[in-house]
C-alpha cells in the first residue's frame, strides 16, 4: 500500500517562503501524476499543484506565480516550493495521486501564515 509522510510546514510571516516535501513509499512512483492539495479549517480540500511524471506542471490562478512543484523520482520525493505567502494559503498540505483511485491520505503538514 502507497503511503506518504509530509513535512515542512510551519509559521510563516505574510510575504515569506516555505518549502515543503512528501516521501512516498511503494513502487511506481515515477509514472503517477503527483499533486498537492491543501485544506483550510471548515473548507474542502483543493489542488493547487500537479506534476506529471515526465515533470509537467500546472497549478490553480491563486497560486500560480509563487509555487513551484517539483519532484525527485530517484527518491520518490514530492516538493511544493512558496513563495510570497499570503494568509489564505494557510491550511493544512497534503501530497497525493492526481487521477484514480487515491491512496490514503498522509497526515499533512500544517502552514499558517500570519498577517
Known amino acids: 500500500q502507497v503511503q506518504f509522510v509530509e513535512s515542512g510546514g510551519g509559521l510563516v510571516q505574510a510575504g515569506g517562503s516555505r518549502r515543503l516535501s512528501c516521501v512516498a513509499s511503494?513502487?511506481?512512483?515515477?509514472?503517477?501524476?503527483m499533486g498537492w492539495y491543501r485544506q483550510a479549517p471548515g473548507k474542502e480540500r483543493e489542488l493547487v499543484a500537479v506534476i506529471t511524471g515526465g515533470g509537467v506542471t500546472n497549478y490553480i490562478d491563486s497560486v500560480k506565480g509563487r509555487f513551484t512543484i517539483s519532484r525527485d523520482n530517484a527518491v520518490k520525493m514530492l516538493h511544493l516550493q512558496m513563495i510570497s505567502l499570503k494568509p489564505e494559503d494557510t491550511a493544512v498540505y497534503y501530497c497525493?495521486?492526481?487521477?484514480?483511485?487515491?491512496?490514503?491520505w498522509g497526515q499533512g503538514t500544517e502552514v499558517t501564515v500570519s498577517s
Open positions: 497525493n495521486h492526481v487521477g484514480g483511485p487515491l491512496p490514503p
Open positions: 511503494g513502487s511506481g512512483f515515477e509514472v503517477f501524476t
